[in-house]
């Protein structure tokens, strides 16, 4: 299991600038920062590597660096620790998790998959490293699809932790899988009926959105898609408005990388900002000074669990 160093901060200066304490950590350090686009945006702003998932998989893959500061959620930073055993990771909030992830406990998922002998695993990378460790691939919402179909039709494949994703990926392929019964706390809380009272004030809005969410709002979609793949639309498209049904971290990389479009967030269910991701807006610019200054909090794992981890991660950038 991953094993924390335990954290002790002493306050920066409240006069420091942040921005250029943090730039100077890094040269000082040799240290990267990697940022997930549901960060605020003055995270993704002093972030060197920034994007979804998969691309901030493949940058940890490739990184020269001697120290990776991940500002994403507890998952993502296991995932860089694997890939970069021999590198000090640190995390700006070690309690960044994930609902996925929380209910999808490493026990309970071998458990599951002893009923089903002769299947092939498919987790979704949004899960702790004890369960990619039981996992024969890892996939994220940009490559499930095609990592799904480069299984034999025999074969039969089991899929974790996210319900909508596995739904979604069995439409998209034709092919039944088993599910294991998690969703995102985020992409669930998403509301039809509001989203229909946002789009009939907005009538020439395009609906953008993240194959995480529930059936409705899939269905109401003009595109779905990966977090970078409606980013990536969203620019190319000739429309002026969207409305985005995911966490609205990714509003602020639209809107600079599509200047004079209107983005819309789509709205939740209740008159909160449950739309936003409270695991990974933990993390602040504060906290990324602070583990870059103390190297804390830093993820350790067992030598055992990283090999078993590793294996299927890299099956999944071998065919990414």
């Not at 409240?14 to 250029?20: F, V």
């Not at 309970?108 to 498919?122: E, I, L, M, Q």
């Not at 989203?195 to 959105?209: H, P, Y």
Request: proline share 6%.
């Amino acid at each position: 299991m991953t094993l924390p160093v335990p954290l002790q901060h002493a306050s920066p200066d409240p006069a420091l600038d942040l921005h250029e304490a943090i730039a100077s950590l890094k040269r000082e350090r040799n240290a990267v920062v990697l940022a997930h686009y549901y960060q605020d945006s003055d995270i993704q702003d002093i972030a060197d590597f920034l994007g979804d998932s998969l691309q901030l998989a493949q940058a940890a893959a490739t990184t020269t660096a001697d120290v990776l500061c991940f500002a994403g959620v507890h998952f993502m930073a296991e995932t860089a620790k694997i890939l970069n055993p021999q590198r000090i990771v640190v995390v700006p909030d070690l309690e960044a998790g994930c609902s996925l992830a929380d209910g999808c406990p490493a026990d309970r998922f071998a458990a599951w998959k002893a009923n089903y002998p002769g299947s092939v695993v498919v987790s979704y990378i949004n899960c702790t490293a004890e369960v990619k460790a039981l996992s024969d691939y890892i996939v994220t919402s940009s490559n499930a699809e095609k990592i799904v179909r480069s299984i034999p039709e025999a074969t039969q494949v089991l899929f974790a932790p996210d319900k909508n994703l596995g739904r979604y990926l069995e439409k998209k392929t034709g092919r039944s899988m088993v599910l294991w019964p998690g969703s995102c706390v985020v992409h669930e809380t998403f509301s039809e009926r509001k989203l229909i009272a946002l789009k009939t004030r907005n009538a020439d809005a395009e609906i953008l959105a993240h194959p995480e969410c529930e059936e409705p709002i899939l269905r109401m979609a003009d595109f779905i898609g990966s977090t970078t793949a409606l980013l990536k639309y969203a620019v190319a498209s000739s429309k002026r408005t969207f409305i985005v049904a995911t966490e609205p971290g990714i509003l602020h990389q639209m809107e600079k990388q599509a200047p004079g479009k209107t983005f819309l967030a789509a709205p939740p269910e209740g008159n909160c900002a449950c739309n936003e991701c409270p695991h990974m807006k933990r993390n602040t610019l504060e906290k990324v000074y602070l583990s870059l200054r103390d190297l804390t909090p830093r993820l350790e794992m067992s030598a055992e669990l990283l090999e078993r981890a590793k294996v299927p991660i890299q099956r999944m950038l071998a065919l990414s």
